[in-house]
């Protein structure tokens, strides 16, 4: 077995033991689930919404979501499926809800840009962010949904099939699209 | 194989994501088509172009202060779902009243929906509101997600997006094609493309 999957099954029996604390009352646990997964969920969360201050506050909202139905928990999926599963809702359902407001905050902040030499190069790279930033959020959902998954959580399609509960074919057919449409949305930023 | 099938495969071989036999059928294609080789730059253009976007970082505080943040909010929203039974009965009540709504939406829905003249099964459930350019809603061929989604559910969708590379008897790999048979009747589907077809021509 090779050290990569050695390191994945042990932290899969450390999320499981922790998540059996938990279920046996030790509250402590769910604080070291959360450190666990934190940084994952929000950069998911950042990159579903497009938007920090959203992402900031949604990201605490999808483990305090997870807090209340962990005890439910029947670890049929694993619990980073599960918990991917609850981080995913939320943002299709802010989106879904707040879309408009997302896109007048596009404007103003969005993703930042990295201080250089050259406002010139500034300025470009901030139209390229928002470029992306409204191509992603221009997506469909689940589209939106799936390829984030896969493109910036590296996530394997089974795996995004799993917590989208979807079958594999449906999540590569997908994944297949939003690529199409944000390959012709993002066409003017290609030399 | 079709380009259209090859076509499709390119973002999984760009991701270095296909069988090595796959890989190999696509890279035979690609040396003998510049139509595909196009479409793979175009491809790599666009990851290239989403690998320039600049990344993020809270600061410090925000992460020092997240598990008390998450603990809080969590203990808040625990105390305000503790909801006097009055309102309960309000609520209850609100629901019933959404649902039975839903319900009449639903039928009016499904009235509107045309049956498909079909010697084998109806199908309703993939087909568009009377009066529509049957050509206009196979997504496979038009791409207009937003007209799609006003006339299909997102699992009828799933399922066309599905059907559009099974009815091109693409093989992803064995295990994928195996779960796509479990969702979908592909006779069914085939039967209805043909039918499709056939209104267009007429």
Not at chain 1, 81 to 97: E, G
Not at chain 1, 156 to 168: M, N
Request: net charge neutral.
């Amino acid at each position: 077995m090779s050290n990569k999957s050695e390191n994945q099954k042990m932290n899969e029996e450390t999320v499981r033991e922790l998540v059996r604390r938990f279920k046996h009352g030790e509250e402590k646990a769910y604080n070291e689930l959360v450190n666990l997964y934190k940084q994952r969920i929000f950069n998911l969360v950042l990159k579903m919404v497009r938007n920090r201050e959203d992402a900031m506050d949604l990201a605490q909202e999808a483990f305090v979501k997870a807090y209340h139905s962990l005890k439910d928990f029947r670890e049929e999926a694993s619990f980073s499926t599960w918990l991917y599963r609850i981080a995913v809702n939320l943002c299709l359902n802010f989106t879904q809800r707040d879309k408009f407001r997302s896109f007048i905050l596009l404007e103003e902040m969005t993703q930042p840009v990295l201080s250089s030499d050259s406002p010139l190069k500034d300025l470009e790279q901030k139209e390229l962010n928002q470029a992306i930033d409204r191509a992603v959020l221009d997506l469909p959902g689940k589209q939106r949904a799936v390829f984030i998954l896969r493109h910036y959580q590296e996530l394997p399609h089974a795996e995004i099939a799993k917590i989208l509960d979807k079958s594999e074919g449906t999540i590569k057919a997908n994944y297949f699209q939003a690529v199409k449409k944000l390959r012709k949305s993002l066409a003017g930023f290609m030399e | 194989m079709r380009c259209k099938n090859i076509q499709i495969k390119l973002v999984d071989y760009h991701e270095n994501s296909l069988s090595p036999e796959e890989r190999n059928l696509i890279q035979s294609h690609l040396e003998v088509c510049s139509s595909c080789q196009k479409e793979l730059q175009k491809i790599i253009s666009a990851f290239k172009i989403l690998s320039k976007e600049s990344s993020y970082e809270p600061d410090e505080a925000y992460w020092i202060n997240f598990v008390p943040g998450v603990r809080s909010k969590s203990e808040k929203s625990r105390s305000s779902t503790l909801v006097p039974i009055p309102k309960l009965k309000i609520a209850g009540g609100i629901v019933s009243l959404a649902l039975v709504l839903l319900f009449g939406i639903f039928l009016f829905k499904a009235d509107q929906r045309v049956m498909f003249k079909s010697s084998e099964e109806p199908y309703s459930y993939l087909l568009p509101t009377e009066g529509e350019k049957i050509d206009q809603l196979f997504y496979a061929e038009t791409g207009d997600e937003s007209l799609v989604s006003k006339l299909f559910s997102e699992t009828d969708r799933d399922k066309l997006a599905l059907a559009e590379i099974e009815l091109e008897k693409y093989n992803w790999d064995k295990g994928g094609k195996e779960e796509a048979l479990e969702e979908l009747d592909l006779k069914q589907l085939e039967n209805l493309k043909k039918d499709l077809e056939k209104t267009k021509i007429q």
